[in-house]
């Protein structure tokens, strides 16, 4: 990287601490309006289960509605993690340091608020345990293997446990750092997360294999994941879901969201946190890179899925393809994803000056989610929405109050959540942080002084 | 036979380096004494290390046994409770392979972190001598060697301009005391 900063050991651990020991005013903004709205999901959500499902917009034939919407967008962000995580620490990127953490964070959090809109969906949570785990023993009667929704909890379950592992496993050292200066309760918690940690050479070792190995073995999984959920669409026969282009479609868009919520969580951590040194115009030059390859690889599948409805001429699809780009509000929405899902962004993130302004990026990656939610929905209810033969009942599907006080919660819930984590851990791996320091060098080039990176392999 | 140890505490890395090569020139063998930093520095900083591990075994036992939680999940549960849907084979590969695919990796990665904890001795529980002054910087050499020749050991420390020196009874500062 060329615009490290030299900073001390003490001046980097007090840094990366600050957001635990001092909470700023905009940090009780944060906590006090991001409690209300949650207060407000909790309020929605309770609504649903007392009065039932009737109190939400869904009717036949529209099932799934806002709740799944979010569910799928949620997911999508979750692989902000291991895109930033997984790939830039195979690929040694020196960029990663500042981001893996919080990028790891934002996965589990998001994976979690994911995981509750298919449960708070049935309406009655507590008997979904039935489909989650193999139940009632005595009569050797099991779920169904051979349906999309036994395969969606392994998934995400599988993708949930190696995320908290991967993250926990790279925050041992950082705990081992926070027993060694804290008092009181805090102290007991890290003692008991460090496990004892010294940072002998061996264990350094084990750290740096284990970053490699778990990474290699995650970004498996979370491919696997996003193509598993659109699987819950396209093993069904619904026009326009029955499509074998949705695993790499929602896998690319998944990423295309993903990163693009990785910059805003960085903008925010630098203003919330005051990291500049650490979270640097150079980072946002960077990931704002790989945006453009990213948002365009998703443009091409977006327009895959359009053309390979329409190729087939089957009148079913085609039907459908109609009502979704010629059809009020659907002809609105997919301008809408167009526009802020690549049109406004990609063109921006080509020039560098705009790519190191924070706001912009900050504002354009909030865009891109616009677009991603939107294109979700683009995705899932035209299909649904549609007149079948044989249908006996029919109606448009009209979100109510509580589904877009859902839908606006999980964005609280997401948002606390990491708040609260940064009050109790570290947002940015300290310890990654000084090894950074460590193996950075000052090389002199002719006239001219470059830093550089050391690498061992 | 008792084992005494002995942590010198060093503000740099050079310092550290010589005590390294300090306590090798007193005698002292690599699997004597251990650094203690708080961050990793690359591999042979401080000389030769003993680097044999078994790390990479755990990934493939956890995915085997991941691999059989899949087919026993995917196949033996079917089995038991015989039920044809649609015309649909008892035993349907292509939706078997998903979960057994995510048991597969799910054990992997799980036996990945037990394999990281074991091979770096986690949890620690036990006594070993250790400063805060390590995660904030500084660099420890931590001496673990038989009572006789730990002043020996405190003396090599000593040759490298150590902040401290730390021993089971205590700080012996970073010069002899005078007589």
């Known amino acids: ?457 | 036979m008792a084992i005494r140890e002995v942590l010198g505490l060093y503000r740099d890395l050079d310092s550290a380096v010589a005590a390294a090569d300090a306590l090798r020139e007193a005698g002292f063998s690599r699997s004597e004494f251990e650094v203690l930093s708080n961050a990793p520095y690359p591999e042979g900083t401080f000389g030769e290390e003993s680097g044999i591990h078994r790390l990479f075994v755990f990934p493939l036992i956890g995915a085997a046994c991941g691999f059989a939680a899949g087919l026993l999940i995917t196949g033996g549960t079917q089995l038991s409770f015989p039920l044809l849907t649609g015309g649909k084979p008892l035993l349907s590969i292509p939706p078997m392979i998903i979960i057994m695919y995510e048991g597969t990796m799910l054990g992997a990665l799980i036996f990945t972190v037990l394999g990281v904890l074991f091979e770096s001795r986690l949890p620690w529980i036990g006594r070993a001598l250790y400063d805060p002054r390590i995660t904030a910087g500084y660099i420890g050499i931590l001496v673990r060697t038989a009572p006789e020749r730990e002043a020996k050991a405190i003396e090599a420390l000593r040759k490298a301009n150590p902040e401290d020196i730390l021993t089971e009874n205590g700080t012996v500062g970073k010069q002899p005391a005078r007589s």
Do not use: C
């Open chain 1, 1 to 457: 990287m060329q615009e490290r900063h030299r900073l001390g050991e003490e001046e980097i651990t007090r840094e990366l601490f600050r957001p635990l020991v001092t909470t700023t005013p905009m940090m009780w903004v944060g906590f006090i309006g991001l409690g209300a709205v949650l207060a407000i999901f909790v309020f929605a959500v309770s609504w649903m289960f007392y009065w039932g499902l009737g109190v939400t917009g869904l009717s036949r034939p529209n099932m799934w509605g806002f709740m799944i919407v979010n569910f799928v967008f949620w997911i999508g962000i979750s692989h902000a993690g291991v895109m930033i995580s997984a790939i830039l620490r195979l690929t040694q990127a020196e960029w990663r340091r500042p981001v893996t953490r919080a990028a790891e964070v934002m996965t589990i959090f998001s994976l979690m608020t994911a995981m509750l809109h298919p449960v708070i969906h049935t309406g009655r949570p507590w008997r979904t345990l039935y489909w989650v785990f193999p139940y009632d023993f005595w009569r050797n009667l099991w779920p169904d293997v051979r349906g999309p929704l036994v395969w969606d909890p392994s998934a995400i379950l599988t993708y949930l446990t190696g995320s908290t592992l991967f993250l926990y496993t790279t925050m041992i050292p950082d705990m081992a750092l926070a027993r060694d200066r804290t008092t009181g309760w805090r102290r007991v918690l890290y003692t008991i997360l460090a496990l004892g940690w010294r940072g002998n050479e061996r264990q350094w070792k084990m750290q740096t294999i284990a970053g490699f190995l778990l990474s290699g073995l995650i970004l498996p999984v979370f491919v696997s994941v996003h193509s598993i959920v659109s699987w819950d669409f396209a093993v069904s026969l619904v026009p326009t879901w029955h499509a074998t282009v949705f695993a790499p479609y929602f896998v690319i868009g998944a990423i295309h969201s993903g990163v693009s919520a990785v910059v805003t969580l960085m903008a925010l951590m630098r203003w919330l946190f005051r990291f500049d040194h650490y979270i640097r115009l150079e980072h946002f030059d960077a990931i704002g890179r790989l945006l453009i390859a990213v948002g365009t690889g998703w443009l091409w599948f977006f327009l895959l899925d359009i053309f390979f409805a329409i190729y087939p001429q089957e009148a079913r699809e085609l039907e459908i393809m109609q009502f979704r780009l010629f059809q009020w509000p659907f002809n609105v929405l997919t301008a809408l994803i167009f526009i802020f899902g690549y049109f406004i962004p990609v063109p921006i993130w080509i020039f560098q000056r705009f790519r190191r302004n924070v706001k912009i990026m900050f504002w354009t990656s909030i865009l891109v989610n616009v677009g991603m939610w939107a294109e979700r929905y683009w995705l899932i209810k035209p299909g649904l929405m549609r007149k079948y033969e044989f249908t006996f009942d029919w109606n448009w599907y009209r979100p109510s109050i509580v589904e877009l006080s859902i839908v606006l919660g999980s964005f609280a819930l997401v948002g606390f959540l990491l708040l609260v984590f940064s009050k109790i851990f570290p947002p940015i791996s300290v310890w990654e942080e000084k090894e950074g320091q460590h193996f950075a060098q000052q090389l002199q080039v002719g006239k001219r002084v470059v830093n550089a990176i050391v690498r061992e392999f």
